[in-house]
Each structure stands twice: as C-alpha cells, then as structure tokens.
C-alpha cells in the first residue's frame, strides 16, 4: 500500500494549495541562507521560529482539503485555522520531549569526558530518531482523527507500530526522493558554476582531500553562493510538497483500511463493520 499511497501523493500535486507548504519551506530556508551570507545570523532563530508556528496552519489546510476532497482556497483556509492547534500543541510537546531527552542524555556524558563524546553522539542521534520514527504522523492523526494532544501522539505511535513494516518502506521512499533530489541539484548547481570550480580540476588528489567546505565556498564566491542557495531552495520546494502529500495520503489510505476492518457483533453473533 505504500506504493499505492505514492500514486495517490503524485496525483494530489496537481492541486496548487498542495504545493503551499513546500513552497513556504523553500522561501524560508533562502531566506536564511541569505541572512547567514549575509552575516546576519541573528535573523536565523527569529525566522526557524516563525516557521515552525506557520507549518501547522499549512499542514491543517493540506490535511483537511484532503480529507474532504475539496482543493478550494476557502476549505484550505478554514482547515488550518480548524486545525491548528491541534497540530501545533503535540508538536510542542514532541519538541520539549527531544529537547528533555537530550539534555538528560548531556549531563551524565558530560561528566565522562570527551572520550564519551563520540558514543553519546550516536546515542543521541539514535533517540532523536527513535521519537521521530513513532511520532511522525502526529499530524495527519489530529486531523483525521481530531484527537487532544496526548491522543494525538499515542495514536501516532500506535499507527506506526501497527503499519511497522509499511512504514520503513514510507521511510525509504522519501530518502531515495530526497537523495534523487539533492543529487539532481547538486548536478544543476555543479553546472552553472562550472567557470568557478574548475581550478578544482587541476589540483592533486592530496590538495583535494585537504579542502574544507569554506574552501570551495570561497571559490565559488557571494554569487556561486546565492546560486547554490537558490537550487537548494528549489530542492526544498520539491521534496517537502512530495513528503507531505506522500505522508497524508499514505496515512488516509492505511486508516481507511482499518476503518474497513473494524466493526462489532451484535446479540445473534452477526458481524457489522462501522
């Protein structure tokens, strides 16, 4: 059924209001690309913020235009205020968990010294992951299901360990999207500063292994940096509209079958789904 949910994600991009979201997330991450060319960081943090408290109405109006089968701007608008907060309090709630996690885990790997670094590195990064893995489809549950916040994460969970292996390969499909993606801007960036690179042709393998990252941002220059910054964009643009109408349509496809499956027998023993 994830196949068949990849189907259903590439036809809902036919609707514009699918692509407001990826939309919005590429604008932001040029934004801040710019501002770190820039020298302002510190307009970073204010602007991740502002993103993280718009994704919730852009998610509920995606959401609910696809439960209710109806693209149009109204129904987008009215499901993003409808559902807003229940997406944005269970986020809130999945970030303070992480961020709890993480400072607990710091603490004694702290005290163990810097030789405890490389490990606890992994073993936060496994956590982080782990929290990630079950809790993913928070948002597509508060609206297809309209649940209150600590709900909401259950069911997540639950969805995902009753769908385990389904799952994975949802997983698996968006890092081969995403790693097609990035390579493809990869090529397309490489491409257009092709002029900027090539001193990178005449160097020994030894000088091209001694290269840090500021080194070739330092070739390719402020514009080689804005070009880069706008392919990536691009690349954000497409791989955040397929995740998200993959992820509801994987999740309304899988819900709509247990939903098939659920029912109750009545006084004779006679079996009636909902």
Do not use: C
Not at 33 to 54: C, D, K, Q, R
Not at 200 to 215: G, I
Not at 226 to 235: D, E, G, K, R, Y
Request: proline share 3%.
């Amino acid at each position: 059924m994830a196949l068949e949910s990849l189907k259903d994600a590439v036809g809902l991009l036919r609707h514009p209001i699918i692509w407001s979201i990826g939309l919005v997330m590429g604008g932001f991450f040029f934004v801040i690309a710019i501002a770190t060319i820039s020298g302002e960081i510190f307009y970073t943090e204010p602007l991740m913020l502002l993103l993280f408290l718009v994704t919730p109405f852009l998610a509920g109006g995606i959401y609910g235009a696809v439960r209710n089968e109806t693209f149009s701007t109204d129904v987008f608008v009215q499901s993003g205020k409808t559902y807003y907060f229940r997406i944005l309090l269970p986020g809130l709630v999945i970030f303070f968990a992480i961020f709890l996690t993480v400072f607990l885990l710091a603490i004694p790997l702290a005290l163990l010294g810097a030789g405890a670094a490389a490990v606890g590195g992994i073993l936060i990064f496994g956590v982080l992951i782990s929290i990630t893995f079950f809790t993913f489809f928070y948002d597509t549950v508060a609206v297809f299901e309209e649940t209150n916040v600590f709900e909401t994460i259950r069911r997540s969970i639950e969805f995902v360990i009753n769908n385990l292996g389904r799952t994975i390969l949802f997983y698996l499909i968006n890092i081969v999207a995403f790693l097609v993606l990035w390579f493809a801007g990869s090529f397309v960036w490489t491409v257009l500063l092709i002029d900027k690179l090539e001193p990178l042709t005449t160097m020994s393998p030894t000088e091209l292994q001694a290269m840090m990252p500021q080194d070739i941002l330092g070739l390719v220059g402020t514009e080689g940096m804005w070009i880069i910054s706008a392919v990536t964009a691009v690349v954000v643009v497409l791989f955040s509209t397929f995740l998200y109408s993959y992820k509801v349509s994987f999740f309304r496809n899988h819900a709509k079958s247990a939903r098939i499956l659920q029912g109750e027998y009545d006084e004779k023993g006679r079996w009636y789904k909902y």
